[in-house]
């Protein structure tokens, strides 16, 4: 669909690629697939939260103590997709890792949760020992094997520490007494489903980014949206009826571009050409990247 132009109205997106310079946020496409434990395009889904974001602009409000008057001013590159991640992680790794130097915040943008184990370790690099993550999902993706369900056991096996890793959404019905019972083994802080209906997104997430930062090394924050509602991500070929709101999700991403040792975030597990007509699933991660600037301007 054409978009119309207006000078007074500008437009979110479209965003140059690197110069060499340094920017706020760095934006690189992980389109991972192959590895998936269900049938996906979102290999896909890169481009299409590109195309997404140009239905946004980068104003908030004037009553915002965030930006001039509201309107956002970070400094963004688009780093483009790498090219077949699931057969070239190490590839993939290095790629974030070279955005990560010339960047405040690296976002990048799945594909499946295998995108997860690049996103993170490009970021951390050798200060692993001292990193953290947080989770927004539905699942504790500690299975055995190299796929979209194991992103979380990799990363503990590869040197994060689990008492430093915390499961923010975790479903009943979406996970197994095996992988539960392994998520107590390695010590993750697991704060499930119901305890969102008792708490505010921000007091979770302060908790969540207290406990993966308490190293003080970089903490790295793991958006699968399938821990929406179903009926707000129905792209997401795990989400369940009784997830999160997306008014949650992007508060979340909004908190976590705010916290001064998140230095990169994913988006995951959309599989964009599964998505409903009006897009509604895309358009959700298109907005969660424009939480996360909001929140890095913030920072300033």
Do not use: K
């Amino acid at each position: 669909m054409a978009l119309s132009t207006d000078a007074r109205w500008p437009r979110a997106g479209d965003w140059p690629a690197p110069t060499g310079e340094r920017v706020d946020l760095a934006m690189i496409g992980i389109p991972t697939w192959r590895t998936s434990l269900s049938t996906t395009g979102a290999a896909a889904t890169p481009s299409a939260v590109r195309a997404a974001l140009r239905y946004y602009s980068q104003f908030l409000s004037p009553d915002r103590a965030v930006g001039d008057g509201g309107q956002l001013s970070f400094r963004v590159a688009d780093w483009g997709d790498i090219d077949e991640p699931d057969a070239a992680e190490d590839a993939a790794t290095a790629a974030v890792a070279a955005a990560a130097e010339f960047s405040r915040v690296v976002i990048a943008l799945g594909g499946d949760n295998a995108a997860t184990v690049p996103a993170a370790i490009g970021t951390w690099g050798a200060r692993i020992g001292t990193a953290g993550l947080v989770t927004l999902d539905a699942h504790h993706d500690l299975r055995d094997g190299v796929n979209n369900g194991s992103p979380v056991r990799r990363l503990i096996e590869a040197g994060l520490a689990g008492d430093r890793v915390v499961q923010v959404g975790i479903a009943d019905f979406a996970n197994s007494a095996e992988y539960s019972a392994r998520a107590a083994d390695y010590g993750v802080t697991v704060i499930h489903r119901d305890e969102l209906h008792r708490r505010p997104i921000a007091d979770v997430m302060a908790e969540a980014l207290e406990i993966a930062g308490s190293a003080g090394g970089p903490v790295h924050v793991d958006v699968d949206v399938d821990v929406c509602d179903r009926s707000v991500a129905p792209a997401c070929p795990a989400s369940i009826p009784g997830g999160i709101s997306a008014w949650e999700l992007r508060a979340a991403a909004r908190i976590a571009g705010g916290h001064a040792l998140v230095e990169s975030i994913d988006f995951a597990e959309v599989d964009s050409t599964a998505d409903s007509a009006d897009g509604r699933t895309v358009r959700l991660v298109a907005l969660c990247v424009l939480e996360v600037a909001t929140g890095l301007e913030a920072r300033r």
